[in-house]
């Protein structure tokens, strides 16, 4: 079974740090770009950043560049996100998600198709 | 950045009714834009790629069109399992700055 699980999420103090991990089964994860996306309580989603397969590039959402880093480990399957400087505003629902590319005629799109269930990130003193 | 703008931010209908939801760009982004269905204390489900081509799984029920700034998810004959929030996302920059729409929440009337 294709399945995301995330965890590390919990209650922190703001300024501090977290990280959050994303474990992939069922698929091969090397393969894939992967990305974070948030949603605080009782809002939308937000894209948070993504990883090409091997690592080497890496883009964020303006919000969180500086304090967060994405990282992957292709051996053991893993995702993370390294939360640092932690604000209130961060306190959000974090998801990992797969980036799939269809191919279509002449082109290729992509889309998230699986998510993770999503782990909880408070961020309060 | 590009911005996605969903309208009706909520709608309420009944079971059997057609359902449109409009998502707008603030730039042409060709047919890059993908549409998600989301339940309460759950995860997205995409349901539509590419603007219009209908993710493997999801019911026929379920429709997407456009292309450039305009966007419709249509859902022809709303069912129970259906009342749920419903986003927008933009692939037009990939990788960089993937938006979403702000969501629209369907409710039964």
């Known amino acids: 079974e294709v399945q995301l699980v995330e965890s590390g999420g919990g209650l922190v103090q703001p300024g501090g740090s977290l990280r959050l991990s994303c474990a992939a089964s069922?698929?091969?994860?090397?393969?894939?770009?992967m990305s974070w996306v948030r949603q605080a309580p009782g809002k939308g989603l937000e894209w948070v950043a993504n990883?090409?397969?091997?690592?080497?590039?890496?883009y964020y959402v303006d919000s969180v560049k500086g304090r967060f880093t994405i990282s992957r480990d292709n051996a053991k399957n893993s995702l993370y996100l390294q939360m640092n400087s932690l604000r209130a505003e961060d306190t959000a629902v974090y998801y990992c998600?797969?980036?799939?590319?269809?191919?279509?005629?002449?082109?290729?799109?992509?889309?998230?198709?699986?998510w993770g269930q999503g782990t909880m990130v408070t961020v309060s003193s | 950045a590009i911005q996605l703008t969903q309208s009706p931010s909520s709608l309420s209908a009944s079971v059997g009714d057609r359902v449109t939801i409009t998502c707008r760009a603030s730039?042409?982004?060709?047919?890059?834009l993908a549409w998600y269905q989301q339940k309460p204390g759950k995860a997205p489900k995409l349901l539509i790629y590419?603007?219009?081509s209908l993710e493997s799984g999801v019911p026929s029920r379920f429709s997407g069109s456009g292309s450039g700034t305009d966007f419709t998810l249509t859902i022809s004959s709303l069912q129970p399992e259906d009342f749920a929030t419903y986003y927008c996302?933009?692939?037009?920059?990939?990788?960089?700055?993937?938006?979403f729409g702000g969501g629209t929440k369907v409710e039964i009337k």
């Open positions: 998600a797969r980036a799939f590319v269809y191919p279509i005629v002449g082109a290729s799109q992509e889309a998230f198709d699986i």
């Open positions: 069922g698929f091969t994860f090397s393969s894939y770009w």
């Open positions: 990883i090409k397969q091997d690592g080497s590039e890496k």
């Open positions: 730039q042409g982004i060709s047919s890059a």
């Open positions: 590419d603007a219009s």
């Open positions: 996302q933009q692939f037009n920059n990939y990788p960089h700055s993937l938006t």
